[in-house]
């Protein structure tokens, strides 16, 4: 029974709601995983909070309206909508004045029906809107954090105001690196819980059974080996890479397929690509003797793999690399991750770590051999915890000495990609520009270097 009643002692108190924050149909499936494997305690009502993020909402599904939902609907008692409670705002540039707050929270109340209810929010990553704005408008709310991706992996991108902090309890994440420590809120002490693999993987078999677009498209698996698939993630989108860089990544994916010996490729396009780029694809296979099929209906990457079974998953830095591997056991390579640790701007980007851990974890598809990650010692929880500190070196300046000892015994010139010269120059790092010799230009140095550290904190 999904949900349970307050019976004997104590019965007749406020009812508990459990409303759970979800943008995307992985996150969605990230929640049901976790409440199948018993990761939340049983409450009067749970509620599911979806947000559709679109830059433009009204030409994007949301999340209950995309194929498979129906399956973990009914895991949930009813589903909101927040778009339609703040309406006309966008749920990415919307967030409550302070002095606002108790009306906001009393008009939710009333929308949602939530009465006197005592509240618990599972939410997405809370340091950006919306998933931050929800947090504030339940003030007495306890807080779980789920993280649906690779970011997890490193530091809290920004600082989050304590009284928001301090009430998460936990984050729960998918075991994508085993060995692995998130450093995602590790701050204010929140206890990192791992969703077991094998539930996420029983609700993606369920959104299987009921995702028919891979056959529509003419891509299904045969009885010999499986198709090479090609992530792709529209980085143009944000500013890391220009159109024309990121088609010709993707072409590079083409060929380094083809290369180890794939005839068979399937691509599955960001669905913010430009139509152009996959036509582009298309004519790159057909001059290589191999045959490209676009995918470009909405399904998550880990269906294809059950119903595709693919020989190789071939990406940049996707998630969808980690859980291929990880969960699925399929052969994977990266492409491109090197140029964009220089590229990724400012430093503290948020997707640096995870493309520093596809990037020392995956095998280069042009260079090296698809397989498996290499497994996390040591020196990959390290490296980790010095970039981690470089990135965020106001929120995590307990992470100093790591960095320190990293940087003295691992810097050399294959990990000296993962930093920057002058970041570390900044933050007095090993690694550092040399100080000049002469006494005056030392003095105008060290007095660059505390102006850079003000800005920074």
Request: glycine share 8%; hydrophobic share 45%.
């Amino acid at each position: 029974m999904r949900t349970t009643t307050s019976t004997g002692p104590g019965a007749g108190t406020a009812r508990s709601t459990q409303i759970f924050f979800a943008s995307t149909l992985y996150g969605a499936a990230t929640l049901a995983a976790a409440l199948d494997s018993g990761c939340f305690a049983p409450a009067d009502r749970r509620l599911l909070l979806v947000s559709n993020n679109a830059t433009t909402p009204e030409t994007a599904p949301p999340v209950d309206r995309m194929p498979g939902f129906e399956r973990l609907r009914g895991r949930f008692d009813g589903v909101l909508s927040w778009n339609e409670a703040i309406s006309p705002f966008h749920p990415g540039g919307w967030s409550p004045r302070p002095d606002d707050v108790p009306m906001w929270e009393r008009h939710l109340r009333m929308l949602w029906d939530l009465g006197d209810d005592r509240i618990e929010l599972a939410l997405e990553s809370i340091q950006v809107n919306p998933a931050l704005a929800v947090a504030q408008l339940f003030p007495d709310a306890r807080l779980d954090v789920y993280a649906d991706g690779l970011m997890s992996y490193g530091p809290t991108r920004n600082r989050i105001d304590p009284l928001v902090g301090e009430r998460v309890r936990r984050l729960l994440h998918l075991d994508l690196v085993p060995g692995l420590t998130p450093l995602l809120l590790e701050e204010f002490g929140a206890r990192p819980e791992t969703v077991p693999t094998e539930a996420f993987t029983k609700v993606v078999a369920e959104l299987s059974a009921d995702a028919g677009e891979a056959e529509e498209a003419g891509v299904a698996a045969d009885e010999g080996e499986g198709p090479a698939l090609l992530l792709g993630q529209y980085l143009a989108a944000l500013g890391i890479l220009t159109a024309e860089e990121e088609e010709d990544l993707h072409v590079r994916m083409v060929r380094g397929a083809v290369a180890h010996g794939h005839r068979r490729l399937v691509f599955k396009p960001h669905p913010m690509a430009p139509a152009a780029w996959s036509r582009a694809l298309e004519r790159e296979a057909e001059g290589l003797g191999a045959e490209l099929t676009v995918l470009d209906r909405p399904v998550l990457a880990e269906v294809l793999y059950r119903r595709l079974r693919p020989a190789l998953v071939v990406g940049c830095f996707s998630t969808a690399l980690l859980t291929a591997s990880t969960f699925y056991g399929i052969p994977v390579a990266r492409a491109g991750t090197e140029p964009l640790l220089d590229r990724l701007k400012p430093y503290q980007n948020s997707n640096r770590v995870p493309v520093t851990l596809v990037d020392t974890l995956l095998p280069d598809l042009e260079t090296g051999h698809p397989g498996a990650p290499r497994p996390v010692d040591e020196e990959v929880s390290g490296l980790v915890r010095a970039v981690g500190f470089a990135m965020q070196p106001q929120v995590r300046a307990d992470l100093r000495v790591a960095a320190e000892a990293y940087l003295t015994a691992r810097l050399t010139a294959g990990t000296a990609r993962y930093f920057k010269r002058r970041r570390l120059t900044v933050l007095g790092l090993p690694g550092s520009l040399p100080v000049p010799r002469h006494a005056a230009v030392r003095r105008m140095a060290r007095r660059v270097l505390r102006l850079k550290r003000a800005a920074l904190g």
